[in-house]
């Protein structure tokens, strides 16, 4: 069977997953169904349909700072993450479930607990805080401007907040951590001080370039299947007899290093999965294309159908059709065009029409 040349320059543009920082370990981004967005109102029951295979636990964490290597006590932290995606929206969601001995979140400053989450989604890699800028020669707040958080974000997470941002970015876009970019809901009934579960529920948008003004942003493209680099830590505050000090209890992080910090080399695998076959039809006819040339009216197209499919019948909406998977057309006028893709396969037939949305002059 032939194959497109569209088909072939998808192919090699398909990113190949590698390991960042813990060499065969990849963690799972649970894909919604476009019905199914969840609602950020801090409450679990859209992410019931989410195995429990997607749950990361605390036992994928480890202390960086204080008890080097040491794994968390579950009598005094015990947190669990799911991360989500819907295809066709640049967002990721979050469902951060957390109990806790000891919330630490009275002040009003970063001394409180905090879910630091790391995303470097195009897989840029190196440093991007303005500590670490190439470029010495530039004054603090240059570097600041220029480089911190721009190529990848970092979002220290209040759990819970009162009184403050829920999302303190640690950057030179704080914009990010707002709508429309961001939001999240929080349920707890403790006080600060108190023992307690934490529920929050939360999205942001993953940037592959963020600089201070979002005009000049450019959003980071979630493709199915790929792998985007992404960490994070907690932020124990546990210092009772200090609660005006930086001291905290541990720093648990899911790179296992404390570099993940500021350098998007030190990321864990995360890849984007397909919708699971319980949402699906056994048979679902889709197609795209790709004008190659305007001048000479020629035209790829790719079936993007899912199933078991035998037979493939394209209506290219000028008199002519193809039997090929993906055919390469050439239209005799130009014009806008009614392409119909028909399937067959074991499970039956689909069809899928595009109305007037191949056009070329």
């Excluded at 010495?136 to 240059?142: I, N, Y």
Aim: net charge negative; aromatic share 14%; proline share 6%.
């Amino acid at each position: 069977m032939k194959t497109s040349l569209f088909a072939l320059l998808s192919l090699l543009c398909t990113q190949i997953g590698f390991a960042l920082e813990r060499p065969g370990v990849e963690f799972q981004i649970f894909q919604f169904p476009a019905d199914a967005i969840p609602r950020i109102d801090g409450n679990t029951d859209d992410w019931d349909m989410v195995p429990e295979s997607y749950s990361i636990g605390s036992d994928q964490l480890r202390d960086v700072r204080i008890n080097l290597g040491a794994k968390v006590d579950p009598k005094t932290l015990d947190v669990k993450v799911k991360v989500g995606w819907v295809k066709g929206m640049n967002q990721l969601y979050f469902l951060y479930e957390g109990w806790d001995n000891y919330w630490d979140f009275a002040l009003a400053n970063r001394h409180n607990d905090i879910f630091e989450l790391v995303v470097d989604a195009d897989l840029s890699g190196g440093p991007f805080i303005s500590s670490m800028h190439p470029n010495k020669d530039l004054t603090p707040m240059e570097a600041h401007l220029s480089f911190h958080g721009v190529h990848a974000q970092n979002h220290h997470i209040n759990t819970p907040h009162e009184g403050q941002d829920w999302d303190f970015v640690w950057g030179s876009q704080p914009w990010i951590g707002k709508l429309p970019y961001a939001n999240a809901a929080y349920s707890y009934d403790f006080k600060p001080g108190e023992s307690g579960k934490l529920i929050m529920e939360f999205w942001i948008t993953p940037f592959d370039h963020a600089p201070p003004d979002p005009a000049r942003a450019i959003v980071s493209q979630l493709i199915e299947n790929e792998i985007i680099g992404m960490s994070w830590a907690i932020l124990d505050y546990d210092d009772v007899n200090n609660p005006d000090g930086r001291a905290y209890t541990g720093f648990y992080s899911l790179s296992h290093g404390f570099e993940m910090i500021g350098n998007g080399s030190h990321m864990v695998d995360f890849r984007l999965m397909p919708l699971e076959e319980r949402f699906r039809n056994p048979l679902e006819a889709s197609w795209d294309f790709q004008v190659l040339d305007m001048k000479r009216h020629l035209v790829a197209f790719q079936d993007t159908s899912y199933g078991e499919i035998t037979n493939w019948r394209w209506d290219f909406g000028d008199g002519q059709e193809s039997t090929e998977q993906h055919p390469i057309h050439a239209y005799v006028e130009a014009g806008e065009f009614v392409v119909t893709l028909f399937i067959e396969g074991p499970a039956g037939k689909a069809r899928h029409t595009r109305v007037r949305a191949v056009a070329v002059k």
